[in-house]
Nanobody, 119 residues
Framework: QVQLVESGGGLVQAGASLRLSCAAS????????VAWFRRAPGKERENVAT????????NYADSVKGRFTISRDNAKNMVYLQMNSLTPEDTAVYYC????????????WGQGTQVTVSS
């Protein structure tokens, strides 16, 4: 099993930055990729950024390209999401999720952290 705990959310004004953190524990050696998802009120869940466990491959949703950066620290089993130039449209609950080496879906999820951007 893998446990994921997010932190770093909060209330900020438009144009500000936030860094979300995701702490992974348990059988982390079995993880092949970690992603940040978000769910805004009334909207479908969106995969905003993905990084493979080696950090060599990163992907972003078009809505956050150029503003968000996903990174990882293997030594600390941490994954981060640096969010710059935030807009009210970025308001959502952000979730960290992990996918096992032989899995097609993200089977491990954190509890989520709220990000609210005021105009």
């Amino acid at each position: 099993q893998v446990q994921l705990v997010e932190s770093g959310g909060g209330l900020v004004q438009a144009g500000a930055s936030l860094r979300l953190s995701c702490a992974a524990s348990g059988r982390t050696f079995g993880i092949s990729a970690v992603a940040w998802f978000r769910r805004a009120p009334g909207k479908e869940r969106e995969n905003v950024a993905t990084i493979n466990w080696t950090g060599s491959n990163r992907n972003y949703a078009d809505s956050v390209k150029g503003r968000f950066t996903i990174s990882r620290d293997n030594a600390k089993n941490m994954v981060y999401l640096q969010m710059n130039s935030l807009t009210p449209e970025d308001t959502a609950v952000y979730y960290c999720a992990a996918r096992g080496t032989f899995d097609h879906e993200y089977g491990y999820w954190g509890q989520g952290t709220q990000v609210t951007v005021s105009s």
